[in-house]
């Protein structure tokens, strides 16, 4: 950590925050980051935020691209934006995130921040308020697809969202691992470890998707049920996590829908090739925290997806940075 006069406010000192993923632990676990993104689109919904769309910058020749989340919170008094670059390589693409806070009343910046691993905590907690809101109350099966960090985050802020009979979880690595499997059986002894993607769906009523596919990583028919299904995927290029064409079989949920259908592969896909539209987004976030949030329907499967937002990232930058 590197903080000018360390030993003042740094707010008045105008000293600038400088945090890296080491530092991080001492102050995320003083956070309910649910909580946080609740609250965030709560205050959204109030008019006191301004979410810009992401925007996509490719590199010269043909050497990636970096993504910007830009955010305003005027109840907190602050701005800014996060820069996350996908950077391929021979073996597993570079993905980086460095976020900056800045004052929205001295125009100062406030704190500069590795946001690797602030943005898997956001961006589960972003998805567990989605169950939160969007889960029948009497769900008793959730699946997990992928278990890499941000599936394990999923998973720690999903638990106690309803009162789970069976928790199952599935991945390539996971299958092939038996130590991890045994990690996260003394998690929860109601996990279970399935051994393909399609049995671990099976009548599901939550499906979580977890991964960093550009492709799709189950077949929605296979779950046999109505269910509410999740995706977060990834920045490759219209990286999609199901079959596009089943969002016109589902109710359609988003983080953000004035920003969403423009960059969420299967939305983008879906509208080009099978007739779908941004209009049949029933709600996001915004409207499921709004003072009167809609109430979703199960005559149907849901699905709900979140390509990430400035805003969620600028909240729990600013959560971090109220600890000095």
């Known amino acids: 950590m590197i903080m000018q006069n360390p ?16 530092d991080l632990d001492q102050y995320l676990k003083n956070i309910d980051v649910l909580s946080i993104m609740e609250k965030t689109f709560a205050a959204f919904a109030k008019g006191q935020v301004v979410q810009p769309s992401q925007t996509l910058t490719l590199f010269p020749e043909d050497r990636g691209d970096f993504i910007t989340y830009q955010g305003a919170l005027s109840h907190f008094n602050v701005f800014g934006a996060k820069l996350s670059p996908y950077i391929p390589t021979a073996g597993a693409p570079i993905i980086t995130a460095w976020t900056m806070l800045m004052s929205m009343e001295t125009g100062l910046p406030l704190l500069l921040c590795d946001s690797g691993r602030l943005t898997r905590e956001r961006t589960a907690a972003t998805t567990a308020l989605a169950v939160k809101k969007l889960a029948p109350a009497e769900s008793k099966i959730l699946t997990i697809i992928g278990t890499g960090a941000i599936g394990k985050a999923h998973l720690m802020h999903t638990l106690k969202l309803r009162d789970w009979q069976e928790i199952r979880l599935y991945s390539l690595d996971l299958v092939r691992d038996t130590e991890k499997q045994q990690a996260f059986k003394a998690i929860d002894s109601r996990i279970v470890v399935c051994d393909s993607a399609k049995a671990a769906v099976h009548l599901s009523d939550v499906v979580m998707l977890c991964t960093s596919s550009g492709k799709p990583v189950i077949d929605v028919n296979d779950i046999g049920k109505q269910a509410l299904i999740t995706s977060i995927s990834t920045n490759v290029a219209q990286a999609h996590e199901i079959d596009p064409k089943a969002l016109n079989s589902m ?13 969420a592969g299967e939305m983008v896909l879906a509208a080009r090739d099978h007739g779908w539209s941004a209009g049949k987004i029933v ?11 809609i109430k979703p329907a199960y005559d149907k499967s849901i699905f709900f997806r ?11 930058a600013y959560a971090i940075y109220s600890q000095f």
Not at 283 to 291: A, I, K, R, W
Request: net charge negative; aromatic share 4%.
């Open 283 to 293: 709600g996001d976030l915004t409207d499921l925290c709004s003072p009167s949030p």
């Open 251 to 263: 109710h359609v949920y988003c983080d953000y829908k004035a920003t969403t259908p423009a960059s």
């Open 7 to 22: 030993n003042n406010n740094p707010a008045k000192t105008g000293a600038v925050v400088t945090l890296t993923d080491a």
């Open 306 to 316: 979140s390509i990430g937002l400035g805003i969620e990232d600028i909240a729990i």
